[in-house]
């Protein structure tokens, strides 16, 4: 009788593994899916840092460090009297970094990527500066 048992629940579970293994597998795959996206891909960021960017003290862009890569020209306010060419970058390390600039000293681009609060990097010919938020 025992052994009847035994054999029997045996025999059902090789049947729902057998009928439902897809299913289970697709609801399995789903799941994962869904962890991934609520881990790595959610659309939410909060938790990422912000650069902000500023032309003679003046807020002229603010960026967040999400890990898409983004390289750009600056864009600073019109009737500027200089010319600023600075390109930046937002590295997918979530950091900012200065890739050119035409200030004649390049500190700006010597400067390593910053991500931390507090972090900047001054490109003091070009009145330009970008802060990672507190
Ligand atoms: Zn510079």
């Not at 060419?85 to 970094?97: C, S």
């Not at 500066?129 to 507190?134: A, D, F, N, S």
């Amino acid at each position: 009788m025992h052994q009847e048992n035994k054999d029997s629940s045996q025999h059902i579970t090789w049947k729902i593994n057998k009928k439902e293994a897809l299913i289970l597998g697709a609801i399995f795959l789903v799941l994962l899916g869904l962890i991934f996206w609520y881990y790595f891909l959610r659309p939410t960021t909060s938790h990422y840092k912000t650069a902000d960017i500023y032309y003679e003290n003046e807020l002229i862009e603010s960026v967040v460090l999400d890990g898409k890569e983004k390289t750009w020209t600056l864009e600073l306010p019109e009737n500027t009297h200089q010319t600023v060419d600075i390109e930046v970058h937002i590295r997918a390390d979530r950091k900012i970094e200065v890739l050119s600039s035409n200030c004649p000293d390049k500190i700006c681009v010597h400067t390593p990527a910053i991500s931390e609060p507090g972090q900047s990097i001054a490109c003091l010919p070009n009145h330009v500066i970008i802060k990672i938020e507190e």
